[in-house]
């Protein structure tokens, strides 16, 4: 794939990174590394590009900072009025003392850089293979069998920009199991802590086991001059049920995809977005969706608000195996 003039500027900086982070780095991510280097980085005339400005991003100067301190009380100033379970991740990287303690929460978790194990791209991409190699560890979720949560799982990412001409880069990675039978809620927040520019990647892989069921909330509320490139993986068992909802509100640009496969009979998927760019920013939101198997049941619904110069795009895909007998699929888009 043809890279815009000024990527290879931009790749040079992110193996640069990745170089820094210093010891050992797992063969997963060195393997996402040298598939971003072998794709390039797209332009314009690759049609799932085509409205997704990526000049401005590419002639930044790419930093990794050590990340800003917060103290309890600017954490809470910070978060949203809900009764939930928190973790909180500034600039990457996750700080145990502004989290909760999840003892009585039902719910496993544990933060490494161990790689192996998580589930593979449904559809890779650019920015897919960027994250899996920047991100310093994974933030793995356990809700064990037929456990209910009692209150939501809130992932707080607090990102931080720079004065100057550096963009400071962060980059998340998550992987949340729900086992069978269990139910969950969690809330992806994600914002800036001052109104500098800063360039996010996320990837939250969701995994949702026979007669499990998922609440998934994301929130990109990140400043104005914010770059965001994030995509979501959903693959849903036998008779089990996710309800996605994804609202994007602010950021230079803001591109958020979610793939799903529905890969156990009589799974349902509740899958809406609502993209509101305001001014100069754009906003591209986009699904992939493989109904595998057989009488499976999806529901899409997609709106976008624009206001002043503000542009909003959307695309969406939805695959029906061959012998997905029964299949009831449906997206709407606003």
Not at 143 to 167: C, E, F, Q, Y
Not at 289 to 302: A, E, I, M, N, P
Request: proline residues 4%.
């Amino acid at each position: 794939m043809a890279g815009l003039p000024n990527s290879s500027n931009a790749l040079q900086q992110w193996h640069h990174l990745f170089e820094a982070q210093g010891g050992p780095r797992t063969p997963e991510a060195s393997q996402h590394l040298q598939q971003l280097l072998r794709l390039g980085l797209p332009t314009r005339k690759h049609e799932d590009w085509k409205y997704t400005p990526l000049d401005a991003l590419l002639n930044g100067r790419f930093v990794a900072d050590e990340g800003a301190s917060l103290s309890a009380e600017q954490r809470d100033a910070l978060a949203l009025p809900l009764d939930a379970w928190r973790l909180v991740f500034i600039d990457g990287r996750y700080h145990p003392q502004l989290s909760d303690e999840l003892a009585a929460s039902g719910v496993e978790v544990s933060v490494d850089n161990q790689r192996h194990h998580l589930p593979d791209a449904l559809q890779p991409e650019v920015f897919l293979h960027l994250t899996e190699s920047l991100a310093q560890t994974v933030t793995r979720i356990r809700v064990p069998r037929n456990r209910r949560l009692d209150k939501p799982l809130l992932l707080m990412h607090i990102t931080s920009g720079l004065a100057g001409d550096a963009l400071n880069t962060a980059h998340y990675r998550h992987h949340l199991a729900l086992e069978s039978g269990a139910e969950a809620t969690i809330v992806e927040h994600y914002l800036s802590l001052n109104e500098q520019p800063h360039f996010t990647g996320g990837r939250l892989t969701m995994t949702v086991a026979d007669n499990a069921h998922l609440q998934h909330i994301k929130l990109a509320f990140e400043n104005a001059r914010s770059y965001h490139f994030a995509h979501n993986d959903l693959l849903l068992g036998r008779d089990a049920s996710a309800f996605s909802s994804s609202f994007l509100l602010g950021g230079q640009v803001l591109r958020h995809q979610t793939s799903t496969r529905l890969g156990g009979e009589n799974s349902n998927l509740r899958l809406n977005s609502l993209a509101m760019p305001v001014k100069n920013e754009v906003c591209d939101s986009r699904t992939w969706l493989d109904h595998q198997v057989g009488y499976c049941t999806s529901r899409q619904l997609h709106k976008t608000i624009v206001s002043d110069k503000g542009r909003a795009v959307f695309n969406g895909l939805i695959n029906v195996a061959p012998l997905a007998l029964k299949t009831d699929g449906q997206m709407d888009q606003q």
